[in-house]
């Protein structure tokens, strides 16, 4: 858990130090779309809750589930990794849709994998779900809003 908060906060903090904030505070966004410090402090929490639920599965999960488990649940961290580098890192608004897109795929088979290892870490995973159902809505208006952004991968 400390390691996902030290991932999160790292990514956090590279996004303000970077200039990528500046560039994104430029960029047009729905009314309905909440701060940055909001998303940053939602980032947090579910970076807290896939550790907790790769705990869970790795101590209390069910025997012969737990590799594969884990493996969706390392490659939930490295989507959010990627997304950071894709959006923020490139400052490209298509690219943001895109890779939520692609994280809001890989959690709908994360959330398979982990609910057979162990239902309890799979509830663990339902904010994250809404949250990147969310971030999809969001990423697709910005992306329409500002078309000269940046265009694809």
Request: proline residues 3%; glycine residues 12%; positive net charge.
């Amino acid at each position: 858990m400390v390691l996902a908060a030290g991932l999160a906060g790292g990514l956090n903090g590279w996004i303000f130090s970077s200039g990528a904030i500046a560039w994104s505070s430029l960029l047009e966004e729905p009314s309905w779309a909440p701060p940055g410090s909001v998303i940053g402090g939602v980032w947090i929490a579910l970076f807290q809750f896939k550790a907790i639920a790769l705990w869970m599965c790795e101590r209390l999960g069910r025997q012969g589930r737990r590799w594969l488990a884990a493996l969706f649940l390392l490659a939930q961290f490295g989507a959010s990794v990627l997304w950071v580098c894709a959006y923020f890192g490139a400052r490209n608004v298509a690219n943001g849709f895109t890779f939520t897109l692609l994280a809001w795929v890989l959690c709908v088979f994360t959330l398979w994998a982990v609910g057979r290892c162990s239902r309890a870490a799979g509830v663990l995973l339902w904010p994250l779900f809404a949250w990147l159902s969310f971030a999809i809505a969001l990423s697709y208006t910005t992306m329409a809003l500002n078309p000269s952004a940046g265009m694809g991968l």
